[in-house]
């Protein structure tokens, strides 16, 4: 084997696994435990309502078109103080997922409507969506039983039947 091929295929090993490794991972640990603790205000203000989605869920570009628009979040009115949008903002888009390369943010700039959701829910019927206990799937604590912490392993999720 010629010498610059195999010098070659390792770099290009090397460059796919450091991508690999470094793509937010859903699952196996607490998301939350790779960002530190989330502001109090998150805590507090966003988690009230629903759970406090961890910041790898959407691009950067999506927390901002999000926090631009609490007067009409998804139905509510979730305005805060400017002071308080430009403290959630910094946190969020600094943890935020990396943008897609082909397709950009979901559509709505809704969790569920992203490419990797639907494909990790794809075997989940729409009669488990409609079960009055799950209801929408934006209500991840339904099934995750630890999604409130920021774990959303496979190895404990409870559907309910």
Request: one cysteine or more; aromatic letters at 6%; glycine letters at 6%.
């Amino acid at each position: 084997m010629n010498l610059r091929f195999a010098i070659a295929g390792a770099g290009a090993a090397a460059a796919l696994c450091g991508a690999l490794l470094s793509a937010p991972v859903f699952g196996e640990e607490s998301e939350q435990a790779s960002m530190g603790t989330p502001p109090l205000q998150y805590r507090q203000e966003c988690a009230a309502c629903h759970i406090a989605y961890p910041p790898g869920m959407l691009p950067a570009e999506s927390w901002r078109r999000i926090l631009n628009g609490l007067d009409h979040h998804f139905g509510t009115n979730a305005s805060l103080d400017l002071a308080s949008v430009k403290q959630l903002e910094s946190w969020l888009v600094t943890h935020a997922a990396r943008p897609a390369p082909a397709g950009g943010a979901p559509p709505e700039d809704r969790i569920t409507r992203s490419t990797w959701f639907m494909a990790e829910h794809d075997e989940i019927t729409a009669s488990t969506w409609r079960h009055p206990a799950v209801r929408s799937a934006s209500n991840c604590a339904a099934c995750h039983t630890r999604a409130d912490q920021g774990n959303f392993d496979e190895r404990i999720i409870r559907i309910p039947r």
